[in-house]
């Protein structure tokens, strides 16, 4: 006797027919159902039961797709009974209840929709009372907690709405019989025909384009640190774009049958089978536990999962790493055997003219598509597996690699051994790829994607996939890697000399730009090993481009460049770059120009490709100034390094040359400037000197009168914020919980004593898009509320109460201080990390009030989650903080940071 569950799969075009283990819950359903009545109430339970049982099967780590078709054949038994039980004979008999999308598949995961068509005869009307109950029905299907997607219509509708909508097409392609009339799907399925809507070529190519754009949302990269498994590159979405296409050309319901039909080899097929089942696990888990629908791998719930899975942490690398490196290299091979695929249906969907144009004994260009001319190529010849990618280079036109091609690349990844990476001829045609004008990123992007480039450099094969756990990175490593590549490839090319002309003109004058590239495939290579992976980087960068036939004066450099990759950003970050002394050890670093060149192109690609947000006017501008102080430096040479006299001299003398065309007197200049030390000199610009000797000479009300200004777009790229008033402690974290709550990034502050009692602070900010603050209401009102503070110097710093955003909570950043002497400029360095939230600035300044330390500067750096701050401070006789001083501010800060968290 077949069981009730059985049955179910049994029925017309069930579309799940799996053999599925035994579930008591099924077989008591309709019995249940009939002893409570179909209340709303009892149907609820039943469907919170069956997702418990779900959810405690998943812990048990049962098959993943059994318990995606068990969930859907729970529903089916559930839909036929209340369609029968809720609507009258005849009119259940004369409609048909469709499953479609997802559900149709016989897919449902705790959480997703459950998609249904209700198709009605086409030429019966549906009277008032038709319509009432099935509205009735809608209505009881949402009430016990189905999350329903529904319409109503006929086949002739059906096939209107599909022809004008891809994606109505695609949904209905999926359709289930759960009850009613066969007729009326098959009236459906005939209308919905290739011949009628649809043909196979246009369904074909718009589903090419729907994954095209849908790819963009994501960067074009299956690599976004909180991806979505559903949508993303590489995800489900892009397994079942081959399924649909399969179906609608070839008419096959399932992926098993492409391997009789010669479009999928075994291997192949489980390897596709294996990725569905690692994402529909990964999904599964989401929605288990979210308790909702949620496909997207936030922070949070990625711990939560590789606990679940039974991830453990490891010496180099946590267990929510392990889980999202396995995930990444999921979907790495899902857009492999997806372009491999869906190229092989374009052959057989769009045939073109099949005469080939030879190339050379190897490779032919056939239907715009680069091949071998014979299966056995690449056993012949193992070069050719670098060939191919040099030719696709030289022949732009060519639209990609046709999927005979890109089987037998993957059955003979195993040549590329060490022999293969000792031979001179494979190091020619890699470096030809490098230098090539055209397509250089692109192809080590399919490289990376075929497998062939962590094959030949195998510790790039080592961080496929690896990502790193912070919210600074926003790619994993091979990504983000190939990222700073095709950032120095877009400065390269003059088409894109409008983006960043000034760093484009350095790049494309660079002797020998294929040194950049190997220091950007190189700069991360060591990540996840232990140790300082720039150290290990230069190691590893080193003996590959000995190997490839560099020179050693070009190894050397190449090495140099990664070992020292974040040294200028880091420095340019957190030291004063407007003293003399940073710029000149600094170039006593890098030595000449051409390394100096090479090294700030570096350090812009790798800021640019390490996260979207991170690069911006400030840091741009930021890395300009002390790149052109530095060659400035280099240039007058190092024995004869600029002194702090007269680079205050020609600051002066710029400021007083753009004052000029504002014709005011020397005198009102001299007097703006009398009671600033020389720091102030030293440590701005001319455009800031000038801007706030402007504004001295044209205020009303005296010397005495503090000054409030806001520059919307100042020179650095950012809005500048200038406050000129009476010296007070707590001025900073009055300042800054202004600035904090108006939602700004502080990214700068410098803090000059005066000697007339006053003290002339500048602010740098931005919006929370890195750009300057473009609504002139908005800075009306920034620039009223800092003066509301100045004329309440008595009350306490305003509270910041915004919010952190959720990715920063989800981080636990221990707060660690460090305090050093810096006895050359008479101060202290107070270098700070903590969790990055609003307010935090201002409860420092609270701190340094409390305990009378006296701030004249801070470099203000946002790294993901983490905030790494200097602050440059005094005691109030304006001399450096002694041991016992520095050791209690040290305790103070981490305890009231600690508190605040």
């Known amino acids: 006797m077949v069981s009730m569950q059985q049955a179910s799969l049994d029925d017309d075009d069930a579309g799940i027919g799996v053999e599925m283990p035994p579930w008591p819950l099924l077989d008591r359903l309709p019995q249940l159902l009939i002893e409570g009545q179909y209340s709303r109430d009892v149907c609820r339970k039943l469907i919170q039961d069956a997702q418990e049982e779900l959810r405690e099967r998943f812990a048990a780590e049962e098959s993943i797709e059994v318990l995606v078709r068990a969930r859907a054949q729970f529903i089916d038994m559930l839909l036929r009974a209340l369609w029968q039980q809720l609507l009258q004979p005849d009119l259940a008999a004369d409609m048909a209840l469709l499953a479609v999308g997802g559900y149709g598949r016989g897919e449902l995961h705790p959480h997703s929709d459950v998609d249904i068509l209700i198709l009605t005869p086409t030429g019966r009307a549906l009277s008032a009372e038709d319509r009432s109950q099935l509205e009735q029905v809608i209505t009881f299907l949402w009430d016990i907690g189905l999350e329903v997607g529904n319409s109503v219509r006929t086949a002739a509708e059906c096939a209107e709405e599909s022809a004008a909508d891809v994606g109505v097409m695609t949904t209905l392609l999926e359709a289930r019989l759960l009850a009613g009339s066969h007729a009326l799907l098959a009236e459906m399925r005939a209308a919905l025909a290739p011949d009628k809507v649809w043909p196979s070529n246009r369904f074909f190519e718009a589903k090419l384009q729907e994954q095209r754009e849908r790819h963009l949302k994501a960067n074009d990269t299956a690599y976004n640190l909180e991806p979505n498994v559903k949508t993303g590159p590489g995800g489900l979405r892009d397994l079942q774009t081959i399924g649909w296409v399969a179906k609608r050309h070839f008419g096959v319901q399932s992926l098993d049958e492409l391997v009789t039909k010669g479009f999928l080899t075994p291997a192949e097929l489980r390897k596709l089978k294996q990725a569905q089942d690692f994402l529909w696990k990964v999904r599964f888990g989401l929605h288990a536990i979210t308790g909702r629908h949620e496909d997207r791998l936030l922070f949070d719930h990625q711990i939560r999962l590789a606990k679940t899975f039974g991830y453990e942490d490891a010496s180099y690398t946590l267990a929510v790493e392990q889980l999202m490196q396995r995930y990444y290299r999921t979907v790495l091979d899902v857009s492999f055997l997806n372009e491999l695929l869906l190229q092989a249906f374009r052959d057989a969907i769009l045939p073109g003219d099949t005469a080939p144009q030879v190339l050379n004994a190897r490779f032919q260009i056939r239907n715009e598509y680069l ?302 400037w009398a009671p600033l030390s020389s720091t102030f000199f030293l440590r701005h610009s001319p455009e800031e000197i000038a801007w706030f000797t402007g504004l001295c000479a044209s205020r009303e009300g005296g010397a005495d009168e503090p000054l409030v200004a806001v520059q919307a777009h100042s020179q650095r790229g950012t809005t500048a ?181």
């Open 721 to 901: 914020v200038l406050i000129y008033a009476p010296h007070r402690r707590h001025g900073f974290a009055r300042a800054t919980a202004v600035l904090d709550q108006q939602g700004l990034t502080i990214v700068d502050a410098r803090i000059t004593p005066a000697a007339n009692g006053f003290s002339l602070d500048i602010y740098h900010v931005l919006e929370d898009n890195g750009s300057p603050i473009t609504d002139s209401d908005r800075v009306e009102d920034m620039e009223q509320s800092l003066w509301n503070s100045l004329r309440r110097p008595e009350e306490s710093p305003t509270a910041v109460s915004r919010r952190a955003p959720r990715q920063v909570r989800m981080f636990n950043t221990p707060t660690r201080v460090t305090i050093t002497r810096d006895f050359r400029n008479n101060r202290s360095a107070l270098e700070l990390v903590a969790g990055d939230r609003p307010g935090l600035l201002c409860d420092i300044g609270k701190v340094l009030w409390e305990d009378r330390i006296d701030l004249q500067g801070a470099r203000i750096s946002t790294i993901g989650e983490r905030a790494e701050d200097v602050f440059y401070v005094t005691d109030t006789s304006q001399r450096p903080l002694d041991d016992v001083t520095a050791e209690q501010l040290k305790n103070k800060l981490i305890a009231a940071l600690t508190r605040t968290t």
């Open 371 to 672: 091949e071998a001319v014979a299966p056995d190529v690449f056993a012949r010849s193992p070069s050719a597996l670098l060939e191919l990618f040099v030719l696709l280079q030289q022949n732009p036109q060519v639209r990609g690699v046709s999927a005979s091609t890109m089987r037998a690349i993957s059955r003979h990844l195993w040549l590329v051994d060490e022999e293969f990476r000792q031979n001179p001829r494979h190091h020619r045609l890699f470096q030809d790829i490098l230098r090539a004008p055209f397509g250089v990123t692109h192809e080590l992007r399919r490289m990376n994607t075929y497998g062939v480039l962590g094959r030949y450099i195998p510790a790039f094969g080592r961080i496929v996939g690896r990502m790193q756990y912070d919210l600074f990175h926003a790619y994993t490593v091979d990504a983000h890697t190939l990222f700073v590549v095709s950032n120095l490839r877009r400065l390269a090319m003059p088409k894109f000399d409008h983006e960043l002309p000034k760093l484009s003109s350095l790049m494309q004058q660079l002797p020998k730009p294929e040194i950049a590239y190997l220091a950007a495939l190189f700069h991360d290579i060591a990540k996840g090993r232990g140790g300082d992976h720039s150290e290990l980087g230069a190691v590893d960068a080193e003996a590959f481009c000995l190997e490839q036939g560099l020179s050693p004066y070009d190894a050397r450099l190449v090495a140099w460049l990664v070992r020292q990759h974040l040294t200028m950003s880091v420095t340019a970050q957190k030291k004063d770059i407007g003293d003399p002394a940073v710029v000149s050890e600094f170039a006593r670093l890098v030595g000449d120009e051409s390394r100096l060149d090479y090294l700030y192109l570096l350090t812009c690609a790798d800021v640019r490709g390490t996260n979207p947000k991170l690069w911006n006017s400030w840091k741009a501008s930021l890395f300009h100034e002390f790149y052109e102080s530095v060659r400035a430096a280099l240039r007058r040479g190092l024995e004869s390094p600029l002194d702090e006299i007269q680079l205050i001299t020609e600051n002066k003398e710029a400021a007083r040359a753009l004052l000029a065309p504002q014709k005011i007197d020397s005198a009102d200049i001299d007097r703006a």
